[in-house]
């Protein structure tokens, strides 16, 4: 469900109740907490609230990854965020981050501008004897 992913671009006040449920579960906090928290800031980011629940690692690295542990283990599939050409409205199509990517299966997969080799050929096909290099 769609609903269950944390969206990196709403605040915590906009995200769902399964979301701000793991993101105190994750922070080790009763639901009291969590009402405080919203009820003093409301407007903090599904990326800054991420970021907090990786800084509940104490040292060692791999903050990230303890933050996607931590989320997943409380219920939630992954992330959401807007992607590039809807940043700016603030709307649009989203992109989704699985933490878990047994939970998915892929039905297709794209190649964006050839094969490495088709890159390679093209490139050694622009350099003309002598070593000066045709425009590409």
Excluded: C
């Excluded at 579960?25 to 990326?47: C, H, I, K, T, Y």
């Excluded at 690692?57 to 996607?68: D, F, M, N």
């Excluded at 649009?92 to 047994?102: A, E, L, M, W």
Aim: no cysteine.
């Amino acid at each position: 469900d769609p609903a269950h992913f944390l969206d990196w671009d709403k605040p915590l006040s906009e995200q769902g109740a399964k979301v701000q449920e793991a993101y105190a579960a994750a922070r080790g906090w009763q639901p009291d907490q969590l009402a405080r928290f919203v009820e003093n800031d409301p407007g903090r980011s599904g990326m800054a609230l991420y970021n907090d629940v990786a800084l509940t690692k104490r040292g060692g690295g791999g903050y990230e990854k303890h933050a996607a542990e931590q989320l997943a283990a409380n219920g939630l599939p992954g992330i959401k965020y807007l992607d590039a050409g809807s940043r700016g409205a603030g709307e649009g199509s989203r992109n989704y981050v699985v933490f878990n990517p047994d939970m998915i299966d892929i039905l297709r997969r794209y190649a964006f501008g050839g094969s490495i080799a088709d890159d390679a050929m093209r490139i050694a096909s622009s350099v003309r004897p002598g070593g000066h290099d045709n425009e590409l």
